[in-house]
């Protein structure tokens, strides 16, 4: 069997309990929910705090434009000629690992068919075996998997989605890393200490100490792709005014053609809103003043970007499936230009959306359109892994394969785990790879090895060096005004607790408004609701950890 746990095992841990209630054993299991001492214990207020990973900066090849400090990526317009090797000795011992990680694609191919995939269990002399959870499923079965009391995989991918009392399971359940990573231990693995320390603050610590891996994110959160060419041909400009935006969607819409697409799961927290609330001045998740956190919910600002999700429905710029519409659909909208912009994480900027467009317009992004934009940046990780409880000596050879999965741009390594192989699924011509017919469906997104380790992330689109100066443009035009989430990789028992119940509330309360079913003054009984469920005991939490950890 190719996969750790078949597709019907999963199936039927799912069916064990309804995502709410499936999680309520870990709170007997794990010993609490409360931010105290103790194994339950997820706070690192009053702990002693592992020091973060040194951090070991790649000396790579020189890009065609340097990055910065605020977060603009460095640019390649080339492949590198010559590549190095970040990884001298032997990765695994020929044993069978397994991994259970999303996915944001369709199925790959089992490892017998899959080259791909042979490549890299041969690079890494292991016999990895990977389960793959479709997004619109990863809540309940991560839920349910969370909850059992069943064998749990090697390796354990964990997204940035509130997963009620995930962090008290990986404390219960995952090994601690803080001895293999902390401080210089990092430096036993050189792809490791690469990962720069914004990506581990973003990830966090749980009870001081330090539990998985980040996956490294560049600076741009979700941000508003679009299709330049069409906003050309309507004559929109790349830096416009809010009633330019609304203008414009409007203007892209008609003949069953939307100005844009949302989709589902974006309504299960402030995905959908990020990029409106960031470009009206709204502060990123929350804002600190004298120690006290204030959540961006009840800002002016974010009151008015919900204003401006209603008009643009009012309008009828937005796909009307929006509220049904999985991710996988809506980016099909997207690709074929049946909505002319989408919403997404920045990590969609990739080959593979660019393949998938396939030419039919110049792919951008948009600037916010207010001068008193405070643009939001990501958590600088997309999620973080973690490896169940184990001997020391099985823990380094996890911990092996999370770095040669996270070799840096340039490296040999970095060619295979994000390219494939060489004549088979790529060649390299006229200074780029030019991916073959049988990387389109063996890759780092149908397998995503991306999610077990991760390089820090340049700017290179291989074929495409347009799109990626109009990204670094863009990045030099936006990253500058663009503001953290303090409360990022902090920790709130209630956030552990009731993160889930409270994204999902504030998604139903935009969604009822831009869509018509309540007034916007609605909104401030949402904000209400949300303060007295958890929100203000989140804050205080918050303000207590931030303290902590200054």
């Known amino acids: 069997m190719d996969n750790i746990m078949n597709r019907r095992g999963l199936l039927r841990m799912a069916g064990a309990g309804a995502l709410g209630l499936a999680a309520a054993p870990l709170l007997s299991a794990c010993g ?31 890009p065609d434009a340097p990055g910065d400090d605020t977060g603009v990526q460095p ?24 991994a259970l990680v999303v996915t944001y694609g369709p199925p790959p191919a089992p490892v017998a068919q899959n080259r791909y995939w042979q490549a890299i269990n041969k690079a890494l002399n292991v016999d990895l075996q990977v389960t793959v959870i479709p997004d619109p499923e990863y809540g309940q079965k991560m839920t349910t998997l969370m909850a059992s009391g069943s064998d749990l995989p090697d390796i354990i991918m964990f997204t940035n989605l509130a997963l009620p009392h995930s962090l008290e399971f990986i404390q219960a ?39 998985g891996i980040p996956l490294e994110r560049p600076m741009p959160a979700n941000s508003l792709f679009v299709n330049r060419t069409a906003m ?44 409106h609330a960031g470009a009206l001045g709204a502060p990123n998740i929350w804002a600190v003043s004298g120690g006290q956190f204030t959540s961006t919910i009840t800002t002016p600002q974010f009151e008015q970007a919900i204003d401006v999700m209603r008009k643009l429905v009012e309008a009828e710029s937005v796909h009307p499936d929006s509220l049904t519409v999985s991710s996988t659909d ?43 934009a405070t643009p939001w940046q990501s958590a600088g990780m997309f999620g973080y892994v973690t490896f169940k409880k184990a001997p020391a000596d099985r823990i380094k050879l996890l911990l092996r394969i999370s ?38 469906t063996e890759n780092n997104n149908t397998l995503p090895f991306r999610y077990i380790g991760a390089a820090p992330s340049v700017l290179y689109l291989p074929g495409h060096p347009e799109t990626a100066k109009a990204t670094y443009e863009w990045q030099q035009a936006t990253l500058p005004k663009s503001v953290p989430n303090p409360g990022q990789g902090l920790r709130s028992a209630t956030q552990v607790s009731k993160g889930a119940q409270l994204n999902q509330m504030l998604g139903d309360g935009i969604a009822a408004i831009a869509f018509g079913r309540k007034p916007l003054s609605a909104w401030k009984d949402v904000v209400a609701q949300w303060k007295q469920t958890g929100g203000d005991q989140m804050a205080r939490e918050l303000a207590e950890e931030y303290a902590a950890n200054q």
């Not at 601690?176 to 966090?204: C, H, R």
């Open 32 to 62: 609490g929910s409360g931010g105290g001492s103790g194994t339950g214990g997820v706070s690192n207020a009053g702990k002693q705090l592992a020091p973060w990973p040194a951090y070991v900066p790649f000396a790579g090849p020189k």
């Open 330 to 372: 809506m980016q099909s909208y997207f690709y074929n230009g049946t909505v002319a912009s989408s919403q997404d994480g920045f990590g969609s900027l990739s080959p593979t959306t660019l393949t998938k467009i396939n030419g039919r317009y110049e792919l951008d992004l948009g600037r916010p359109y207010s001068p008193q």
């Open 75 to 98: 640019l390649y317009l080339t492949y590198p000629e010559t590549l190095t090797q970040s990884v001298d000795d032997t990765v695994g011992d020929g044993s069978k690992v397994t």
């Open 173 to 211: 359940r995952c090994a601690d890393l803080s001895e293999f990573v902390a401080g210089d231990a990092v430096k036993q693995y050189p792809n490791l200490a690469n990962i720069p320390t914004y990506a581990w603050k973003g990830m966090g610590r749980i009870n001081g100490k330090i539990y």
């Open 403 to 440: 770095d040669y999965l996270s070799a840096p741009f340039g490296t040999k390594e970095y060619e295979l785990a994000n390219y494939g192989v060489e004549g088979v699924h790529f060649t390299k011509e006229d200074g780029g790879i030019k991916t073959t017919d049988l990387y389109q």
């Open 232 to 275: 050309d041909e309507a004559g929109i400009p790349k830096d416009w005014t809010a009633e330019q935006y609304l203008d414009a969607m409007k203007e892209l819409s008609g003949e069953r053609k939307w100005g844009l697409g949302w989709y589902k799961t974006l309504f299960t927290g402030l995905g959908c809103i990020t990029y």
